[in-house]
């Protein structure tokens, strides 16, 4: 694939995703919505990181590794959202710490955090575009 439409390709599933997060938050499955709000942020990582690095972006979804591995400046504070926007990956977890997570996404939670998600999003975006 060319490297441009890979990058197109990580965008465009981004985007996808950040609708499906939005209809999930709609529908009250909050813990889902921030899932896939990780999901969002992980893609658009990965387009930069096959924009910098011209090669296929590693099978990993630790947010903070990838930002490592591209070239943009983050903020300690960007820094430290990636982190905690890392938590909602749900993929290893043990089925108490599921439940756990399940409890935790009240729609207050959920909606403070994926405001958070939406902005780091457009503010990639922004920083894609330069």
């Known amino acids: 694939m060319d490297k441009q439409l890979h990058i197109q390709y990580w965008l465009d599933s981004a985007d996808h995703d950040l609708d499906a997060a939005e209809t999930l938050f709609n529908s009250g499955k909050y813990d889902w919505c921030l899932f896939i709000g990780h999901l969002v942020i992980e893609k658009v990582l990965k387009a930069f990181y096959t924009r910098d690095n011209d090669v296929t972006p590693p099978k990993i979804h630790n947010l903070p590794r990838l930002a490592e591995k ?3 400046q983050f903020s300690d504070e960007q820094k430290t959202i990636l982190t905690d926007i890392n938590d909602f990956n749900l993929e ?6 599921k439940l756990l997570f399940y409890k935790l996404c009240t729609k207050e939670f959920t909606g403070v955090n994926f405001n958070t998600i939406k902005e780091m999003y457009s503010w990639l975006l922004s920083q894609m575009k330069q």
């Open 70 to 72: 591209i070239n943009l």
């Open 92 to 97: 290893a977890r043990y089925p108490d710490q």
